[in-house]
């Protein structure tokens, strides 16, 4: 499973509070990214990391920021959760190279804003 | 940006039925992926198709890959228990190392 591990699993909190996710990888991995997914629109794009310090934002980034400080993580935030955002969140890391792309998943934490 | 859509969005077949996914785009695409999502699990590659009207199979399980690179489809001969999920597939950009997944399907086995 590539060495993903994702915090916490399940969490229930309120409209307006700030929340973070994070993902943590023991592999070494350069790209690693957030994914959201809900019933009818797979899994879409949040914002992705190509390095330290390097990211980018993906299809849905509006009301999520990320960081990545250090190789091994990457931590999602929503800054004032809204129950738009009560989703399942996966991280991911792609492995690139020799025309293959692979995707690894973490188990996924699954977010409710009351 | 780039777009895969997915049909059927769910799908419920008796076991021993034959099932197929399909994956479309209105762009070119240089490679198409599948991945399975067990039910409370993560998602899991598959396979990866890059040549025009490639074809592979993995046990019971045939992916192809249209001759035009616009289309992909996942077909399951004789269904089983073990193979209900959600089946996404998804085109990666190796441009900007992005993966574009589709909107996936939700397989239901009726044992």
């Known amino acids: 499973d590539a060495g993903i591990t994702q915090s916490p699993r399940h969490k229930v909190t309120e409209t307006g509070t700030p929340v973070t996710l994070r993902c943590h990888q023991t592999?070494?991995?350069?790209?690693m990214y957030w994914y959201r997914q809900d019933p009818g629109h797979g899994l879409r794009l949040i914002h992705y990391s190509y390095g330290v310090k390097d990211t980018d934002k993906g299809e849905v980034s509006d009301g999520y920021s990320v960081s990545r400080s250090k190789t091994e993580d990457f931590l999602l935030t929503l800054e004032s959760a809204t129950s738009s955002q009560t989703s399942v969140y996966f991280c991911a890391i792609t492995e690139w190279g020799g025309g293959k792309a692979e995707a690894f998943f973490g188990q996924g934490t699954r977010l409710t804003v009351v | 940006g780039q777009q895969v859509m997915q049909i059927p969005q769910y799908q419920h077949v008796q076991e021993g039925e034959d099932f197929t996914t399909y994956c479309n785009s209105s762009?070119?695409?240089?490679?198409i992926q599948w991945y399975k999502q067990r039910p409370g699990g993560h998602p899991v590659f598959l396979i990866q198709l890059v040549k025009s009207g490639e074809v592979k199979k993995q046990k019971r399980l045939t992916f192809q890959f249209g001759e035009a690179k616009k289309n992909s489809s996942l077909h399951i001969t004789a269904t089983q228990t073990t193979d209900v999920g959600t089946y996404f597939c998804a085109s990666a950009n190796f441009g900007n190392e992005k993966l574009t997944f589709g909107t996936g399907t939700r397989l239901t086995i009726i044992p």
């Open positions: 592999e070494n991995h350069r790209y």
């Open positions: 762009t070119t695409l240089s490679n």
